[in-house]
């Protein structure tokens, strides 16, 4: 009964650095998106993705690229980190239409020093 | 002007008590609605949809108006376990399928 998975559950990086968070979830989901958490503050979308081979910017996508070549998966990038990315990372996933809610993994505690 | 907005609180109470949060969306055309739960920076988790005649779950209580793009949950008879902060959320609007958070109201309750 995996649900959503993400991985690395924790994570130090150095300013420059490049990695890539990994999502997988094993439900079928066509909807997949990534947020991002800082303290005391809501959730902010990075990227989503409405199927394979489909993405799309959310409200915060800069400094981050996405791909979706399988259902399952949806890796979020870091192309060169930044302090200010310091934050958790949430991604989620749900069937699309209408009543359909999302499900997250654990997300992704990173800091960028 | 957000999406979705929500009163952020804090809302401290003591238990037993009744407490209403508020949300309100500015995209008519929104398709589904939820409240969340996040605990202390722990992944979100759903808490109930809400439908348009209004549903609930044990102490729980949502509501929607669609007309005045406004949805809210009650919580009777509050625990010390319910605190915690209730994320609204909609669905579809502006681009299909694309959910949307609102920020949080943050309850606290209290012996």
């Known amino acids: 009964n995996a649900g959503v998975t993400q991985t690395p559950k924790f994570q130090v990086l150095k300013t420059g650095q490049s990695m890539t968070l990994q999502c997988a979830q094993d439900m079928n989901h066509e909807y997949m998106s990534w947020y991002r958490q800082d303290p005391g503050m809501g959730l902010r979308l990075i990227h989503y993705?409405?199927?394979?081979?489909?993405?799309d910017q959310g409200e915060v996508p800069n400094g981050y690229n996405v791909s979706r070549s399988t259902t399952e998966d949806f890796p979020l990038r870091l192309l060169s980190a930044a302090p200010s990315q310091t934050s958790v990372y949430f991604c989620a996933s749900r069937k699309t239409g209408v009543g359909q809610p999302q499900h997250f993994g654990d997300g992704t505690r990173l800091s960028i020093l | 002007r957000k999406e979705v907005e929500q009163d952020p609180g804090p809302f401290n109470v003591p238990e037993g008590a009744t407490v209403a949060f508020n949300c309100t969306y500015s995209?008519?055309?929104?398709?589904?609605f939820f409240w969340y739960r996040q605990d202390c920076r722990k992944e979100p988790k759903l808490l109930m949809s809400v439908y348009s005649s209004g549903n609930e779950d044990g102490r729980f209580t949502a509501q929607l108006n669609r007309a005045s793009q406004y949805i809210s949950l009650l919580i009777r008879d509050s625990k010390l376990s319910d605190s915690a902060t209730y994320l609204c959320?909609?669905?579809?609007?502006?681009?299909?399928?694309?959910?949307?958070f609102g920020d949080g109201t943050t309850l606290t309750v209290k012996p």
């Open positions: 995209n008519s055309a929104s398709q589904s």
């Open positions: 959320v909609v669905n579809g609007g502006t681009n299909a399928g694309k959910s949307t």
């Open positions: 993705s409405v199927g394979a081979g489909i993405t």
